[in-house]
Each structure stands twice: as structure tokens, then as C-alpha cells.
Nanobody, 119 residues
Framework: QVQLVESGGGLVQPGGSLTLSCVAS????????MGWYRQAPGKRRELVAS??????????YYGAPAMGRFTITRDNAKRTVYLQMNSLRPDDRAVYYC??????????WGQGTQVTVSS
């Protein structure tokens, strides 16, 4: 069973930045499309951004809330996917998770990392 460990969340003021990290315990990490998701209180989990594997040029996709503010990257040697978040807003408050993207079956969710944006 693949384990996902997210980190990097915290409390930040509006307009601030955070960088989230997620390590996946799988050797073929570099081939996989990975995504960052978030779940706000009372809302469904949504895909924030995704990044393709090395064979697909590591191209990226951003959901509307993330476009222009968030950047997804990956370090295949470290089996890690990152989410750089800038210009954070109160409505970015959520638990952020990583997982596979663009597939029917994903791995079990990790514990996620809490992001709170408040003054």
C-alpha cells in the first residue's frame, strides 16, 4: 500500500505564501500523474492542480482557484510533489492532500496538511 505524507501547512495571513510537500512511497513515482487536492469544511474534496509524469513532459494543470497563484512541481528523485501557494486568501482554507490524478482508482488518502488563512 502506497503511503502519502503531506506537510507544510499552517496558519498564514491573507496574501501570504506556503509551500506544501508530499512524499509518496512508490518507486515508479516519476511515471505517475500526481495531484494536489483540498477539502474545505462542509465541501467536497476538489482537485487543485496536477502534474504529469516524466514521459508526458511533467506538464501541469490548474483548477480555477489555483490559476495564477499556485505552482505544482515535483522532484522525482525525492518522490515528492510540491505545491507553492502565493497570494493566499481566506477561502483557501482547507485540508490539502496529494494523490494520483486522472485515474479511476486512487490510493488511500494520507492525513493531509491543514492550511488556514486568517489575519
Amino acid at each position: 500500500q502506497v503511503q502519502l505524507v503531506e506537510s507544510g501547512g499552517g496558519l498564514v495571513q491573507p496574501g501570504g505564501s506556503l509551500t506544501l510537500s508530499c512524499v509518496a512511497s512508490i518507486n515508479v513515482f516519476n511515471m505517475l500523474r500526481m495531484g494536489w487536492y483540498r477539502q474545505a469544511p462542509g465541501k467536497r474534496r476538489e482537485l487543485v492542480a496536477s502534474i504529469n509524469g516524466i514521459s508526458e513532459g511533467e506538464t501541469t494543470y490548474y483548477g480555477a482557484p489555483a490559476m495564477g497563484r499556485f505552482t505544482i512541481t515535483r522532484d522525482n528523485a525525492k518522490r515528492t510533489v510540491y505545491l507553492q501557494m502565493n497570494s493566499l486568501r481566506p477561502d483557501d482554507r482547507a485540508v490539502y492532500y496529494c494523490n494520483l490524478a486522472g485515474v479511476d482508482r486512487i490510493w488511500d488518502w494520507g492525513q493531509g496538511t491543514q492550511v488556514t488563512v486568517s489575519s
